[in-house]
């Protein structure tokens, strides 16, 4: 059978839910049809591009390239087949955590009354680079500082950190949280795309990790059954806030830089004035 269009979709779905099944949810076909596709997809390119487990899929390295690959081909087809081809095709937002926090709302609800012929499109990906290296979004969040002569690089905020208690954790009383405090809690770190590891206690004592998680979810589920504590961006707890987590201040945590990252070769005529719109965004709410 030859390789079509469909099998590039199939693919970008699969990685997108990291889930053959979700996928095949999600494209209204049995999961064996997916499979199939998939197969015949690798088949074509002579290369695994899925990387299966019990967990779900996640992409290879050579995946990893060819997602890129793919998503420009069927973006270019989609924007070829459209009936309006004056319209600009969506601006994806990647962010693997909590997007900008307190400052999303107002740079979506500022996009749209400025730019309402152009939909930005938020997706949360459980990957530090928010979906840009797998070529799954135009211009990442991103709170890692990141080195690449192909990548442009903007500073929106530092934003304040705070940790993570289950509700009936005895730190819930304490007036001030420092991170000496924490020393003699045990840690929920995600390994995968957080923020937080043991270098964040250069001085004295440090807590012992009690779990290393890849998502968000496991995150909050580990610290919500007092399995530790977490430490994270304010903006976990704005966008993320759980019943049974309590999150609190952190008075002497150095602070995290949000960053809006974005391939130097990107040709979407809106990124420069998203970009342009989300640092004023910022610039505003800070004063």
């Known amino acids: 059978m ?47 591009l899925l990387e299966r487990s019990a967990e779900g899929v996640q992409p290879t390295v050579a995946g990893k390239t060819f997602c890129a690959k793919a998503d420009a081909a069927v973006t270019a087809f989609d924007d070829a087949m459209r009936s309006d081809l004056q319209r600009v095709r969506a601006l994806r937002v990647g962010h693997a955590w909590s997007a900008v926090g307190v400052h ?6 500022r996009w749209q009354e400025t730019h309402p012929d152009v939909e930005v499109r938020l997706r949360r990906v ?3 680079a928010g979906g840009l290296t797998s070529g799954l979004s135009d211009v990442a969040i991103m709170r890692t500082h990141v080195r690449g002569r192909n990548l442009n690089e903007e500073l929106l905020v530092m934003e304040p950190r705070v940790v993570a208690v289950a509700t009936d954790n005895p730190l819930t009383a304490v007036s001030e949280v420092r991170l000496a405090d924490l020393a003699d809690h045990a840690l929920v770190i ?46 976990t707890a704005w966008m993320h806030p759980h019943s049974e987590i309590t999150y609190l201040p952190l ?3 150095p602070p995290v830089p949000v960053y809006l990252v974005w391939a130097s070769n990107n040709r979407h005529p809106a990124l420069r004035s998203f970009v342009r719109l989300a640092r004023n965004v910022v610039a505003e709410d800070a004063r």
């Open 104 to 109: 999303t709302s107002e740079i979506l609800r």
């Open 190 to 235: 995600n390994s995968f795309s957080g923020t937080t590891s043991l270098r964040l206690w250069q001085d004295g004592r440090r807590p012992v990790v009690a779990v290393e998680v890849d998502t968000l979810d496991d995150w909050q589920t580990y610290i919500a059954a007092g399995v530790g504590i977490g430490v994270t961006p304010a903006s």
């Open 2 to 48: 030859a390789v079509g269009i469909q099998h590039l979709r199939t693919f970008l779905m699969a990685v997108e839910e990291g889930s053959i099944s979700k996928a095949a949810a999600r494209l209204h076909m049995a999961q064996s049809a997916v499979s199939r596709r998939l197969a015949e997809l690798e088949r074509q390119v002579k290369h695994p």
């Open 251 to 253: 008075r002497d945590a």
């Open 126 to 128: 459980d990957d530090p």
